[in-house]
């Protein structure tokens, strides 16, 4: 039985409330009732790209507890179909509000390729905080390859670029590729593992949660149909409100 550790979920709850107020933001934006450029505006994309590195921080980390723990592969892989099962759902509901951008490698994808990666790792140990980086640097010198091979644009196709290594963003609602992204997934289950040998006071709790703590543990263990359920709730939600205006 794979014991769930509070401080993660809480952790991953963080990210989800965090996450909500920004497509909120988001949606309010695409109603038109504020004017703001998500794609471009650094106060954005810099959320954005925070929100993201939690969500995958925390996915590390619970890797790390579940291998610790001894999650068997067929455990793994029943979590794991329900990841990729969403991100099907997520193409498909993108697809009928966004025809010209829907997403077809956001961060579910990006996640249920990050999973079975970090899973066939997570034995590395210290090598993880080493691998990490060189995932998070790579791509940064994607440009300058394709630019002085021009053979590699095929990387920037929608058939490659979901690796990441890219001289120009694809058009999409949400893009998570492999790269850099798998890189802070690996820190994530470098740090969970770490922890888990050193200090694993800090990821369990000595008391059950109690009141806000104890929604916080509920809404991460739920972090899946919450990320499904949230956006079409919430524009649903503005939607009425305009209608009632």
Same mark, same amino acid.
């Given at each position: 039985?794979?014991?769930?550790?509070? &401080?993660?979920? =809480?952790?991953?709850? #963080? +990210?989800? *409330?965090?996450?909500?107020?920004?497509?909120?933001? $988001?949606?309010?934006?695409?109603?038109?009732?504020?004017?703001?450029?998500?794609?471009?505006?650094?106060?954005?994309?810099?959320?954005?790209?925070?929100?993201?590195?939690?969500?995958?921080?925390?996915?590390?980390?619970?890797?790390?507890?579940?291998?610790?723990?001894?999650?068997?592969?067929?455990?793994?892989?029943? &979590?794991?179909? =329900?990841?990729?099962? #969403? +991100?099907? *759902?997520?193409?498909?509901?993108?697809?009928?509000? $966004?025809?010209?951008?829907?997403?077809?490698?956001?961060?579910?994808?990006?996640?249920?390729?990050?999973?079975?990666?970090?899973?066939?790792?997570?034995?590395?140990?210290?090598?993880?905080?080493?691998?990490?980086?060189?995932?998070?640097?790579?791509?940064?010198?994607?440009?300058?390859?394709?630019?002085?091979?021009?053979?590699?644009?095929?990387?920037?196709?929608?058939?490659?670029?979901?690796?990441?290594?890219?001289?120009?963003?694809?058009?999409?609602?949400?893009?998570?590729?492999?790269?850099?992204?798998?890189?802070?997934?690996?820190?994530?289950?470098?740090?969970?593992?770490?922890?888990?040998?050193?200090?694993?006071?800090?990821?369990?709790?000595?008391?059950?949660?109690?009141?806000?703590?104890?929604?916080?543990?509920?809404?991460?263990?739920?972090?899946?149909?919450?990320?499904?359920?949230?956006?079409?709730?919430?524009?649903?939600?503005?939607?009425?409100?305009?209608?009632?205006?």
């Amino acid at each position: 039985m794979i014991q769930r550790l509070d &401080r993660i979920d =809480q952790l991953r709850a #963080a +990210a989800m *409330l965090w996450m909500t107020a920004y497509h909120f933001c $988001f949606d309010l934006n695409y109603f038109r009732l504020i004017r703001e450029d998500f794609y471009r505006d650094p106060f954005w994309t810099w959320q954005r790209t925070a929100i993201v590195s939690l969500f995958l921080f925390t996915a590390g980390l619970s890797q790390a507890a579940a291998v610790h723990q001894g999650q068997t592969w067929a455990r793994f892989w029943r &979590r794991w179909l =329900q990841v990729a099962g #969403a +991100a099907l *759902l997520v193409t498909a509901g993108s697809l009928l509000m $966004f025809p010209n951008s829907f997403i077809y490698f956001g961060v579910l994808h990006g996640i249920a390729l990050m999973l079975i990666v970090v899973r066939m790792t997570a034995g590395w140990g210290t090598w993880l905080w080493l691998l990490g980086a060189l995932a998070v640097g790579i791509p940064l010198a994607a440009p300058t390859l394709i630019q002085a091979v021009p053979a590699l644009e095929v990387l920037n196709t929608p058939w490659l670029n979901w690796l990441g290594l890219i001289s120009r963003k694809p058009v999409t609602e949400d893009y998570v590729p492999l790269l850099p992204w798998l890189g802070v997934m690996w820190w994530g289950v470098a740090a969970g593992g770490w922890m888990l040998r050193n200090q694993p006071g800090w990821l369990s709790r000595d008391a059950p949660a109690r009141g806000v703590s104890k929604a916080m543990v509920f809404l991460g263990r739920w972090s899946l149909s919450y990320y499904l359920l949230h956006q079409p709730l919430l524009m649903g939600l503005i939607w009425l409100g305009m209608q009632l205006d």
